[in-house]
């Protein structure tokens, strides 16, 4: 039922174009755990996110093949950039070449790193943060995304229902409870307001009150 479910949504929301589609498919072919990719209904969300909200200043916390990267930025208005963090350099080359079919190049920033470093240094206020990295590391992205998201501006996390382990008390392997913490985080934060949306595995949409 829910792979028929999933099937219906996919057939029920717009296709991915050209690009994307062929992103998603050496994604397949070239990467050795391509389910981590956005795909095509999640990175249909984020793009209509960016399209509602027009951020100038957009952050990723892991980028993968620049999936989600390319639907966001595509979104966001012509002086808009996204920067977006990856910490495995053999994806470099893959994701520059992406970028540059999307003709992208001057909207989104990649930094190759580990965020939990490159995060401080950032400057600017973003608008929207998209953390979408290791699991382990989501409690971390969360307090530091937050000091760099501006007084009413969002964060979204990717993965918070975890294959539905986060509702199983009889699993408790690290990543679970690494994203059981965040989410416990989320909902006991009175700076910020939020909703779970059972999407794919799961994503939250924050809002920074203040
Ligand atoms: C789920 S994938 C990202 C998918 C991508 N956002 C998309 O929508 O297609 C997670 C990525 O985070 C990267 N990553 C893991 N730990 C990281 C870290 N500490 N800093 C930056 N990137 C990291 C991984 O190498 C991987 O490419």
Redesign the pocket.
Known sequence: MKDRLEDYVLKHSTAPDALLHEIYRQTNLRTIYPR???GPV??KLLEMICRMLQPKRVL??????????ISMARAMPDDGLLTT????EE?EPLIHDFVAKAGLENKIELLI????ILIPGLKDDFDLV?I???KL?YPTYYELAFEKVRAGGFILA??VLWSGKVADPGVTDAETMAIREFNQLVANDPRVEQVLLPLRDGLTIIRKCS
Do not use: R
């Open positions: 981590m990719i956005s999640q990175g990723e916390i892991g980028t993968f093949t620049a999936y989600a990267a963090l990856e910490a495995d994806l790193g580990d965020a939990k998209f979408d990295a290791d590391g990717d993965n």
